[in-house]
């Protein structure tokens, strides 16, 4: 996924067998998408959802039912559907005492998620849920204002509109230099995970850069007469 201003996040969907051994790798799959989109503090929420929503579908639908996951965006909600063939058995939301083995699972996601529902199609039936991602918009970031700082510094850099240098700088410390270095660094680092970058990656390649830029300006100074 390109590192970009703002997030694209296309909805996925993944077939899959009802089955208790299924659910460890459906967590594996939803943590991966949710942090390319870079909504990592709804990912136990989400994992949560997934489990008892398929977990539903193995107890009250049956072991071995062909379904599907379906993950998007609806506005600035996280939609989570899980998809099955039979249109009969509807998940209700009951009462439960401490003591309750069953009924559990539609409390759990009533508590979890802004709301949820089911939806009866031709030949299929679909549980859904929405969680709240605290986005402002569906293509947004989340972050706070570190990540809209180096937006708006990463927008600006881009298309030249960077401030011209003042005729007479402030004078820091080195000390102090460093300490800001590190604070812009650290912004990037959140910009990036954000976004759903591989942090590690883009460091990588940065070093690289700056590697080869200081061999080739040392190169050149050694030719210079």
């Known amino acids: 996924m390109d590192c970009t201003l703002g997030l694209t996040r296309k909805p996925w969907s993944i077939p899959f067998t009802a089955d208790?051994?299924?659910?460890?790798?459906?967590?594996?799959?939803?943590?991966?998408?949710l942090g390319l989109w870079g909504l990592h503090e709804v990912v136990a929420d989400a994992q949560l959802c997934v489990d008892e929503l398929v977990s539903n579908v193995v107890a009250h639908v049956g072991v071995g039912t062909p379904a599907t996951l379906a993950v998007s965006m609806k506005d600035t909600r996280l939609r989570i559907e899980v998809h099955d063939p039979d249109r009969r058995a509807l998940p209700t939301l009951v009462g439960v005492t401490t003591d309750s083995e069953t009924g559990r699972g539609m409390v759990l996601i009533d508590a979890l998620t802004e709301r949820w529902g089911v939806q009866l199609r031709a030949e299929t039936k679909?549980?859904?849920?929405?969680?709240?991602?605290?986005?402002?918009?569906?293509?947004?970031?989340?972050?706070?204002?570190?990540?809209?700082?180096?937006?708006?510094?990463?927008?600006?850099?881009?298309?030249?509109?960077?401030?011209?240098?003042?005729?007479?700088?402030?004078?820091?410390?080195v000390a102090t230099a460093e300490e800001t270095a590190i604070g812009l660094i650290a912004d990037l680092l959140h910009w990036m995970r954000a976004h759903g970058c591989d942090a590690d990656e883009v460091l990588d390649r940065a070093q690289t850069h700056f590697e080869a830029e200081t061999a080739e300006t040392e190169a050149l100074a050694a030719l210079a007469p």
């Open 126 to 173: 679909v549980t859904w849920c929405e969680l709240a991602t605290g986005l402002t918009s569906a293509d947004g970031h989340s972050g706070g204002g570190r990540v809209s700082r180096v937006e708006a510094m990463l927008s600006a850099y881009r298309y030249g509109q960077l401030p011209p240098p003042v005729a007479r700088p402030s004078r820091l410390s």
């Open 20 to 33: 208790p051994a299924e659910v460890a790798g459906l967590r594996r799959i939803v943590r991966f998408h």
